[in-house]
């Protein structure tokens, strides 16, 4: 079952397209990784995909049910109460954190919770301090993020996200405030998350992460999709020579 389907994904910014005609599809417990150069219009791609921007013509469709429609040339979305109803079923896990500096590491994690699902206050917070232990921060529950560190702002910023209990997650340039040490933490972090049925979808300037921890890779460029299969095979044996110019020329 694919968890998430785009078809046909068209985006413009000024009148310039950034998004061209673009499908894809997510299945449920796998992992997406999109690589390109900059410009390519994966970050674009990313927040059309996981509805925070609408996208100007295509579909998508969520967990089976058909969020965008395209209508003559353009992408037709659901009324607004429905949207933000399928927005749940969405984690997203910003470069920057977007953590609330003014609440501690657990508000941060129930805020959503309670006030968007009215879940009981001792369940939530239940919720929370198990997936912090997850995390590895059940020392920093009442710490306060200008305390943490990037690593730690990162997990604190996943575990709120599971705590809406998404069926995808998207994360964008996940390793890029982390260590090596770290970054192979994250990606076996990301390993579980989809041995748990979690669809994941990174957006990463890793050739070796992509490769590592993604079950099928997109190289994107220009808006387009220039080539896309299995991970290991995109990186290790492109088969289209731009995608091999590209990785080989980023040393993997």
């Not at 970050?43 to 295509?58: F, K, M, P, V």
């Not at 992408?75 to 896990?93: C, Q, T």
């Not at 996200?161 to 076996?188: C, H, K, N, W, Y």
Request: aromatic share 6%.
């Amino acid at each position: 079952m694919n968890v998430l389907e785009i078809a046909n994904l068209t985006k413009s910014y000024k009148g310039k397209k950034v998004i061209r005609g673009i499908s894809l599809s997510v299945g449920k417990g796998k992992i997406l990784a999109i690589i390109g150069p900059s410009g390519a219009g994966k970050t674009t791609l990313l927040r059309c995909a996981s509805l925070l921007e609408e996208a100007e013509d295509g579909e998508i469709t969520l967990q089976g049910e058909t969020i965008a429609s395209s209508i003559e040339g353009k992408a037709a979305y659901l009324p607004d109460k429905e949207l933000n109803k399928a927005r749940r079923a969405i984690g997203i896990v910003f470069q920057s954190y977007n953590l609330f500096p003014h609440f501690s590491v657990l508000k941060n994690v129930i805020d959503a919770p309670l006030t968007v699902l009215k879940e009981d206050k001792r369940e939530a917070r239940e919720k929370a301090e198990k997936l912090l232990i997850m995390m590895g921060l059940e020392d920093k529950m009442n710490a306060y993020p200008f305390e943490l560190s990037g690593g730690q702002k990162q997990r604190v910023a996943i575990a709120r996200a599971l705590a809406m209990g998404p069926r995808v997650i998207f994360f964008d340039e996940p390793t890029g405030a982390l260590d090596p040490q770290l970054t192979t933490q994250m990606s076996g972090l990301m390993r579980s998350l989809a041995d748990d049925g979690i669809s994941v979808v990174i957006v990463t300037h890793e050739m070796s992460f992509a490769r590592d921890t993604a079950d099928e890779i997109i190289f994107m460029e220009n808006g387009c999709i220039i080539e896309q299969g299995e991970a290991r095979k995109v990186i290790d044996a492109p088969e289209k020579e731009r995608t091999r110019e590209f990785i080989w020329g980023s040393g993997r």
